[in-house]
């Protein structure tokens, strides 16, 4: 059974920046497609960003495009968001999940419904 668990949450000010990495365990990563999900106070869980099993492909919110870089080390079985230039409307409850494909594709999931696995999510604070 696959386990995620988030970690690299934590205040930061305005342009500042952070590293939210997931970390897998029960099953390597190999074959799973990833995404990152958040959701701030009062609101609904979004889409933040996903990465493709292969890693060739990937897919960014609008809110986030040109400063969250995703990416994937398979060999350490952990799935990055590198997060630059926060707004204090960055700030929630960050989620990794993953769905298994079987295969390296570079197919892309960006609906939640499609992902089976979730992690317990890290907090991420944008304030000065």
């Known amino acids: 059974q696959l386990q995620l668990v988030e970690s690299g949450g934590g205040l930061v000010q305005p342009g500042g920046s952070l590293r939210l990495s997931c970390a897998a365990s029960g099953s390597t990563l190999d074959y799973y497609a990833i995404g990152w999900f958040r959701q701030a106070p009062g609101k609904e869980r979004e889409g933040v960003s996903c990465i493709s099993s292969s890693g060739g492909s990937t897919n960014y919110a609008d809110s986030v495009k040109g400063r969250f870089t995703i990416s994937r080390d398979n060999a350490k079985n952990t799935v990055y968001l590198q997060m630059n230039s926060l707004k204090p409307e960055d700030g929630a409850i960050y989620y990794c999940?993953?769905?298994?494909?079987?295969?390296?594709?570079?197919?892309?999931?960006?609906?939640?419904?499609?992902?089976?696995?979730w992690g317990q999510g890290t907090q991420v604070t944008v304030s000065s």
């Open positions: 999940a993953a769905t298994y494909i079987g295969v390296s594709s570079s197919y892309t999931y960006t609906d939640e419904s499609e992902y089976d696995y």
